[in-house]
């Protein structure tokens, strides 16, 4: 069947299997890699991403379902090759180490951020619960989180 998605700003098309996941579309068919696959079950965030301005993990959702919809991916938040705030904010607190998480974390981040400026630290917790690291600890992601926040609110 052929999908046709707005992903980050621009109609891309395939055709794929009626099976294929969103996370299939944009890494197979798109050449989108900044969604990762590590579990394909919904359980550790890194393939998270935007449909129609909700956060969902795009290994759980048929790319059919996004089919004349509109996907944001980590991608779409850099500007021209430069770091969005948030991208900057991790890799100056140390919060990325191999790397495989951070677009999830960047993208729930980011999805937080644009709903709360000054989100408290339990908020932000529980708005991460649905990421995985295994290299951080956390601290320095929320150190991360924290920066970025201040730095969108023109506070540093
Ligand atoms: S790869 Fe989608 S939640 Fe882990
Ligand atoms: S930095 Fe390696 S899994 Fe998070």
């Not at 109609?11 to 590590?38: C, I, M, Q, T, V």
């Not at 770091?83 to 180490?97: D, K, M, N, R, T």
Request: glycine share 10%; charged share 20%.
């Amino acid at each position: 069947m052929v999908v046709r998605t707005r992903v980050n700003g621009e109609w891309r098309e395939a055709d794929l299997w009626p099976g294929a996941s969103l996370l299939a579309f944009l890494r197979d068919h798109l050449g989108l890699y900044g969604s990762k696959n590590a579990c394909e079950q919904g359980e550790c965030g890194s393939c998270s991403a935007w449909l129609d301005g909700a956060l969902v993990c795009t290994c759980l959702v048929l790319a059919a379902q996004a089919h004349e919809r509109e996907v944001r991916t980590v991608e779409g938040l850099s500007d021209g090759g430069r770091l969005h705030p948030i991208q900057e904010a991790f890799v100056e607190s140390g919060a990325v180490q191999c790397g495989f998480c951070t677009p999830g974390f960047v993208v729930a981040v980011a999805d937080l951020l644009q709903k709360e400026s000054n989100p408290s630290p339990a908020t932000v917790r529980e708005a991460l619960s649905g990421n995985i690291c295994r290299c951080t600890g956390y601290a320095k992601i929320l150190d991360a989180v924290n920066l970025a926040a201040a730095r969108l609110r023109g506070e540093s």
